[in-house]
């Protein structure tokens, strides 16, 4: 599982610098308390090249932004829920995922608007596993 922690992160701080350079510098100007537009053309962007495989595991099926949040939908492609150890997986992505959207160059945006990533994940069958609401105020 770490491997593919560590995989999705690259992906996911790769995706995230090179979309919302030019809308994030848009909405910072006019100092927005929603970010709806901002986001929804940034995951708009996103949406037209996915769904992507992240690493032989990971498939990112799709982005969404709405008011003060943007999600990235994941889908375990190896996996079933019924047979995952929930608890663990949780254990192991919320301090990586935490880190990444708090450290990482890329999520320099979010953490600008103060926004929420959202990190969902499902199994093969398209059923929930967990999400992971990441708040960027936290990270100060």
């Known amino acids: 599982m770490n491997k593919f922690a560590t995989n999705v992160l690259v992906v996911v701080g790769a995706i995230g610098g090179a979309m919302f350079g030019s809308w994030a510098v ?3 100007f006019s100092k927005p ?4 537009t901002v ?8 949406n037209s090249n996915l769904p992507m495989t992240v690493d ?6 799709s982005t969404v932004g ?14 079933d829920v019924s047979e995952m150890d929930i608890d663990q ?9 935490q880190n990444s959207v708090c450290t990482s160059e890329s999520m320099s945006e979010f953490r ?28 100060e």
Do not use: R, W
């Open 26 to 28: 848009d909405g910072m």
């Open 112 to 139: 600008k608007m103060k926004i929420v990533v959202k990190y969902s994940y499902s199994d093969s069958s398209h059923k929930e596993i967990a999400e992971f609401p990441i708040d960027t105020k936290s990270c």
């Open 66 to 79: 709405f008011k003060n949040s943007f999600t990235y939908k994941y889908k375990l492609i190896n996996y």
């Open 89 to 97: 997986f949780k254990k192991t992505m919320i301090p990586k995922l």
């Open 56 to 61: 032989s595991e990971t498939e990112l099926l």
């Open 33 to 36: 308390t929603d970010y709806t």
């Open 39 to 46: 986001l929804m053309q940034a995951a708009n962007k996103i």
